[in-house]
């Protein structure tokens, strides 16, 4: 079955660069969610997209940005970036007609230096 | 806020043996409560979940439990295998519209030795 796909697997940035993250979500999944999770961390909600809609906002900071584009994939645009940023970064998908059952994609792990 | 608690932080077990892990939340219109494993460096992997209407859910060796009126529930896995050892989180859906917005848990590292 085909799962959530993200884009880059790794990524290293300085500080003050500025970097994109791609999620495609699986197939007929409307929603998308974007988490970041640091060494040893619990995942933490960024921000959600429901039909190219911005859905819920979380602890994201105001230098990220993201959006969801008609085909439903999404990118989170992260700019000034700091040390602090570095992390993993999930996306996840669902389907708004079996509400709430997110499946995550292989997560993006971005490094600052 | 909204807050989900996560006991234990480890838990060790023999193989063969149950694992239990308890979860507490705060938001009375929390209605969805999953369950993701984790191993080292790997995606979240949904494992299990429960919605506020049911008190008790199975999947072979996995189960969960809810208790609405306390706000807690529960995952229990028995006759462990190696396999099983990962961080274990529970979730829980934070207001009624939340479009499934998810808190979790600060996790558990279960570790199952043969």
């Known amino acids: 079955a085909a799962g959530v796909i993200q884009s880059p697997r790794h990524l290293i940035k300085e500080k003050r660069e500025t970097a994109t993250l791609k999620c495609y979500p699986i197939?007929?999944?409307?929603?998308v969610y974007w988490y970041q999770q640091g060494p040893g961390q619990d995942p933490q909600f960024l921000i959600s997209f429901y039909e190219k809609m911005q859905s819920d906002k979380g602890s994201i900071p105001d230098r990220f940005s993201a959006q969801q584009f008609s085909d439903y994939h999404s990118e989170l645009n992260m700019s000034s970036l700091e040390l602090g940023d570095s992390a993993l970064y999930f996306c996840?998908?669902?389907?708004?007609?079996?509400?709430?059952?997110?499946?995550f994609g292989p997560g993006t792990r971005l490094t600052v230096t | 806020g909204e807050n989900v608690e996560q006991h234990p932080s480890t838990l060790s077990v023999q193989e063969g043996d149950s694992a239990v892990i308890k979860c507490t939340y705060s938001?009375?219109?929390?209605?969805?409560f999953p369950w993701y494993k984790q191993e080292l460096g790997k995606r979240p992997q949904l494992i299990i979940d429960?919605?506020?209407?049911?008190g008790e859910k199975k999947d072979q060796r996995i189960a969960v439990t809810l208790n609405k009126t306390a706000k807690h529930f529960s995952l229990h896995i028995t006759e462990t295998q190696p396999e099983d050892s990962a961080v274990y989180f529970c979730?829980?859906?934070?207001?009624?519209?939340?479009?499934?917005?998810?808190?979790f848990g600060a996790g558990t590292q279960v570790v199952v030795t043969p």
């Open positions: 197939p007929r999944h409307d929603t």
């Open positions: 938001d009375s219109a929390s209605n969805y």
């Open positions: 429960i919605r506020s209407n049911v």
């Open positions: 979730a829980a859906s934070i207001g009624g519209d939340s479009w499934g917005k998810l808190q």
């Open positions: 996840a998908s669902s389907s708004s007609g079996i509400s709430y059952e997110q499946y």
